[in-house]
């Protein structure tokens, strides 16, 4: 079960690969046949099923071009709090 999820900014990654590198779980793959806009290499999030969004592949990113989402385990809930005042 998926634990995680990451979203790669296609307009900001440079493709240098170091998330695919330093993810402890290869679930980042380079496969080469994939470009950004610019020419760049576009990281792959190949293996979402072994993502337990540790967020390095987000820290390790020079360019800040990856978010990293936790998802919430069977039986947690998420809670939302709402900004607008009650009256």
Known sequence: M???EITIDEDVC???GY?????RRSCI???GDRFTPQGYFLPLFSSPELC???GICGWMCPHFAIQVYKMPEAGHEIKTINS???E
Not at 19 to 23: E, K, Q, S, T
């Open 84 to 86: 607008e005042k009650s």
């Open 52 to 54: 337990n969004a540790c």
């Open 14 to 16: 440079k493709g240098c």
């Open 19 to 23: 998330c695919a590198l330093f993810c």
């Open 2 to 4: 998926t634990k995680g």
């Open 29 to 31: 793959s380079i496969p």
